[in-house]
C-alpha cells in the first residue's frame, strides 16, 4: 500500500479541519457505474468541508471485483475511528467475506432477509442498510473517477504495453460515464414542471440467451409481459415501453419506444408525469430508476419490496405493489381515478429523495451512523 501524494488529497485535512478525515482504500476494481452515487456524495461533501479526504492503493486479487467501497473514517471532534465499508452488489445473499471482517460498520445497498445469514454468525451484527442511490456524478466528483484509474496502474508493477492499453480503456470508459452520466438533481422535480396523468416505464432488456432461464432472461420476460400489458390497457401513453437495444430489437421489436430516449428526456418524462412504474433489479434489488421516480414526485407502482432502508419505504406510502402484469394495470387505473393519492404520494416521494437518497444526503447519514 502507499498514500497518494499530498496534492491529490491528503493535505486538505491538514488546513481545514472538517469534522471527518476519510482514508479511502481504492481497488483497482472498482466498479463506476454502481458506486458513482456515493462518488458524488463524497464529492459534494469534500466542497462543502463536510469531510476532508486522502487515498490509499489497495492491492486485491483480479478475482474479487466486488462493488464496494472500504473506508477508514475518523471524527476528528471525538477522535474516534469506524473502518466502514460500502456494498452496492445487487444481491442481498451475498456479503464480502475480507471486507465485512475489515469492517466496524458493513452498509449493504441491498439489504433483504436473507443477508445477515449469509455473512460468518460473529460479524452479521456489523451490516447495516445504505439506503437506496441513483446513477449519477457531480461535476466535483471528476477528481475521484480520476483516482480509481490510477489505482488499476498501481495494482502491480508491471508497465507493459498491455497494461497501458488497459490503463487508457480505462481512463477512456471513467471520462465517457462522467461526462454522460446525469448530474445528480436531473430527475429532481422543479418549479417549472407541468405534470400530466401520464404512465412512464422503460425498462431495458438484459443480453443473454433466450429460454435460458438464467436472472436476466427471467427479468426479460416479466419486463416484456408487464409492457406489453400496459400498451395494451393505456395505447396512448407514449413513455411506455422497451428502451432500445439489439437484445429489444431481437425479443419485442414491437413494444420498444417510438424513439430512443437519452437519460435526460427520461428525467423530463418522469417530472412530467404523475405515475412511474418500476419493475424488480437483478436478484431482487431496487433499481436506480425506483429513486429517480421518487425524485420526480411521482406516485410509483413496483413489486413488493422487502429490502432495509436508511428510512423506511412503505407500501401505500411511498409506493402501491403489483405482482402480475395484470394487477400493474388494475393499480395504473386506481391511480388515474385519484388525483388525491398521486399529488400526496408524489409530495412524499421528493421528500424522502431529497432526504435520504440525494448522494450527499444519503453520504452523511451514513457518516452519522457509522459512528451512532
Wanted: a positive charge; hydrophobic letters at 40%; glycine letters at 6%.
Amino acid at each position: 500500500m502507499g498514500l497518494l501524494p499530498r496534492s491529490l488529497g491528503a493535505s486538505r485535512a491538514v488546513t481545514s479541519k472538517p469534522p471527518f478525515h476519510i482514508v479511502w482504500r481504492v481497488s483497482p476494481h472498482f466498479d463506476l457505474t454502481i458506486m458513482s452515487g456515493i462518488l458524488s456524495g463524497i464529492a459534494t461533501l469534500e466542497k462543502r468541508k463536510r469531510i476532508s479526504l486522502s487515498f490509499e492503493f489497495m492491492s486485491t486479487s483480479a478475482n474479487d471485483p466486488e462493488p464496494l467501497m472500504e473506508m477508514v473514517v475518523t471524527d476528528r471532534r471525538t477522535g474516534e475511528v469506524r473502518n466502514v465499508v460500502i456494498d452496492c452488489y445487487d444481491r442481498a445473499d451475498r456479503v464480502c467475506a475480507s471486507a465485512l471482517q475489515f469492517s466496524d460498520v458493513y452498509f449493504k445497498r441491498a439489504l433483504g432477509p436473507e443477508t445477515r445469514g449469509a455473512a460468518c454468525p460473529s460479524y452479521a451484527q456489523r451490516i447495516a442498510p445504505a439506503g437506496l442511490s441513483i446513477a449519477c456524478y457531480s461535476r466535483e466528483a471528476w477528481r475521484h473517477v480520476c483516482i480509481t484509474v490510477l489505482a488499476s496502474w498501481s495494482k502491480g508493477s508491471s508497465r507493459t504495453r498491455s497494461a497501458l492499453a488497459e490503463l487508457l480503456h480505462r481512463a477512456h470508459e471513467g471520462a465517457r460515464l462522467w461526462l454522460t452520466f446525469p448530474l445528480p438533481h436531473g430527475p429532481v422535480l422543479r418549479d417549472t414542471d407541468t405534470k400530466q396523468m401520464n404512465i412512464v416505464f422503460q425498462p431495458r432488456l438484459w443480453p443473454t440467451t433466450p429460454g435460458s432461464g438464467d436472472q436476466f432472461d427471467v427479468a426479460n420476460l416479466d419486463r416484456i409481459a408487464t409492457a406489453r400489458a400496459l400498451r395494451k390497457a393505456f395505447p396512448h401513453e407514449q413513455a411506455i415501453g422497451l428502451v432500445h437495444s439489439d437484445t429489444a430489437a431481437a425479443l419485442a421489436p414491437e413494444l420498444q419506444l417510438p424513439e430512443h430516449v437519452r437519460t435526460g428526456k427520461y428525467h423530463a418524462q418522469l417530472r412530467q408525469s404523475h405515475i412511474a412504474v418500476s419493475c424488480v433489479g437483478l436478484s431482487g434489488s431496487v433499481g436506480f430508476k425506483f429513486g429517480e421516480s421518487l425524485a420526480a414526485g411521482t406516485a410509483v407502482i413496483n413489486p413488493p419490496i422487502t429490502h432495509e432502508f436508511l428510512s423506511p419505504i412503505v407500501e401505500g406510502t411511498h409506493y402501491l405493489a403489483y405482482r402480475s402484469p395484470e394487477e400493474c394495470v388494475d393499480v395504473c387505473r386506481r391511480l388515474m381515478s385519484d388525483q388525491a393519492l398521486v399529488a400526496r404520494m408524489g409530495e412524499v416521494n421528493r421528500r424522502y429523495f431529497l432526504d435520504w437518497i440525494d448522494p450527499p444526503a444519503q453520504m452523511a447519514h451514513l457518516l452519522k451512523r457509522a459512528f451512532a
